[in-house]
């Protein structure tokens, strides 16, 4: 067989088989997917979950603004350089802190985030927040943990 540039290939080929579950004397089976976002089969249905539940938390906690964060390349590290992920979920565990302080009252605000790459390969942040939060404090804030 002979596969072109545009052949996509896709999980799925592996399967499981067993008791059926409440179900004595009866066996079944089920294809297993990876569940992976890198995966042409999995990745549309996983997305379309992760959208639809992104939406019913949005709506059950009046989260209606949105903050995009960002890094400033100049301030990472040789060692933050490769995880750019893992650097701006610290940093947004400390931005947390000081909204908590500021914005909360002493509480943690609901919020939903959502992690994507740049083309450069650095790592930004999307937050759903159900208050509005000042663009120059925000900025202000960021900046001083050490984003961009």
């Not at 002979?2 to 088989?17: D, E, I, N, R």
């Amino acid at each position: 067989m002979q596969h072109t540039a545009k052949t996509y290939f896709t999980c799925g080929g592996y399967s499981v088989s067993g008791p059926l579950r409440g179900q004595t004397g009866k066996y079944g089976f089920a294809c297993l997917f990876c569940g992976s976002y890198r995966c042409n089969r999995c990745r549309k249905p996983k997305l379309k979950k992760v959208r639809k539940r992104i939406s019913e938390i949005a709506a059950e906690h009046k989260l209606t603004r949105m903050a995009t964060l960002t890094l400033d390349p100049k301030k990472l590290s040789a060692t933050d350089r490769k995880r750019t992920d893992r650097y701006i979920r610290e940093l947004w565990r400390l931005m947390r802190v000081y909204l908590s302080r500021r914005w909360g009252k002493g509480k943690s605000l609901p919020f939903v985030g959502v992690l994507e790459y740049q083309k450069n390969g650095n790592a930004h942040l999307h937050v759903l927040l159900g208050q509005y939060i000042p663009q120059k404090w925000l900025k202000r804030a960021w900046q001083s943990i050490g984003g961009g």
